[in-house]
C-alpha cells in the first residue's frame, strides 16, 4: 500500500491526473462539499482534458449537521444540469454521521486509484480559490473502496422522494435561528434586506440604449449561425467586472432565481464582459424565454421586455456564496 503524501496541486494529483489512466468514475465520501466546485470539477475535465466522467458524491456531515435547503436546491440542480448519470448525489439521514474524505477512482468498474486525507470537497480545499493547505495520502484502492461502499450504505438520494423525511433540510430565518422545511420554496424578498446587490443591464447602453440586443449579443447571442437559438449572456458592465461582486472567471456559482429555479452561472468573455450558463449556455437562454413567455428558440425583442416589465436583471449576493437572481 502506498503511503504517498501530497500537499501541493491537490486537485490535479487527486481529482484529474488519474483521467489519463483511463479512470471513468469517482466515488467521493467527504464531510462537506461544494455543489459549485462539482460543476467547476466536471467542466475542467471535459475543457481541458476532453474527458467525461461520471461523480458519485456522498455527503457524511449531513446527519448531524443537516442541510441548508439552498445548498440542496444547488445540488440537486447541479446534478439535473449536467444530465444523467454524470453526477449523483447522497446525504448521511439523521442520526448518521462521516466526517471522512476519501476519494475513490475507478475504471470499468474495477478501483484504480484511491486518496484519503484532510480535502473536503470544495474549492478552497482543494487550493482553487484559496490558500488553506490540506494534506492528502495515497491508499491502496480495493481496500478504500470496501470502506467507501461500506460507509455510504443507507445514504439519501439528494433528488430522492424520502429527502425531506430523512434529512434535516433547513432555512435560517434569523441570526442562526434554523427552521426545518419539508419542501422546496424559493427566497422571499424580505429575506435579502441588507445584502450586497447589483443590477445587469439586459438592453444596451451605448449603441442603442434602452433597445435589446442584436443577434449574436446578449439575450440573443445564438441567434446567428448555426448556434443553438437559445445560447445567450447577461452583459457585466466594467464597472461592475472590476467590483469582484462575482467570482473570477470560470469558477461557477449557484444563482437562486426568484421562481425557484436554481441556475449555474460563471463570469466569462474578455474583459470578463459577460455571464454564461453551465454546463449549457442555452440554459439561461431557455430561462429569460420562459420567463416572457415566448418559444425557447424566439428572437427576444425590445418589446418582449417591455411587455413584461424589466430590462434588468438584479443579483444579490447571499451568505454562502451563492446569488438571488430577481427579474
Known sequence: MSTDLIRDDLFQQVLLSPLAEGADELHILTGYASASFAM??????????????????NIGMTGSDGMHLRAHQAYVAAASAVSGAWLRIAYAPTGISDHS????????????????????????AFGVDGTRRETMVSIDAEAAWRLLRSSATGFVPADGPDV?????????????????????????????????????PLVQRTKNPGEVHNAGAGLNWGQRGSRRRAEAYIPVPATVARS???????????????????????????????LHS???????????????????DAFVTTRDLHRYGATEAVFTALDDGSYFLSF
Open 164 to 200: 425531506f423525511s430523512q434529512v434535516e433540510i433547513y432555512e435560517v430565518l434569523e441570526q442562526e435561528v434554523r427552521g426545518r422545511v419539508t419542501g422546496t420554496k424559493p427566497l422571499t424578498h424580505a429575506e435579502l434586506t441588507g445584502r450586497p446587490q447589483i443590477s445587469l
Open 101 to 124: 474524505k476519501l476519494y475513490v477512482w475507478l475504471r470499468g468498474g474495477i478501483p484504480i486509484k484511491a486518496w484519503f486525507g484532510s480535502a473536503n470537497y470544495s474549492a478552497t
Open 244 to 274: 469582484g461582486f462575482f467570482p473570477h472567471r470560470g469558477i461557477p456559482f449557484a444563482v437562486h432565481a426568484d421562481d425557484g429555479a436554481t441556475l449555474f452561472l460563471t463570469v466569462a468573455q474578455d474583459g470578463d464582459k459577460a
Open 40 to 57: 467547476f470539477h466536471i467542466l475542467e475535465a471535459r475543457e481541458h482534458l476532453k474527458r467525461d466522467f461520471s461523480i458519485r458524491l
Open 278 to 296: 453551465v454546463p449549457d449556455n442555452a440554459d439561461i437562454g431557455l430561462w429569460f424565454r420562459h420567463r416572457l413567455g415566448i418559444p425557447g
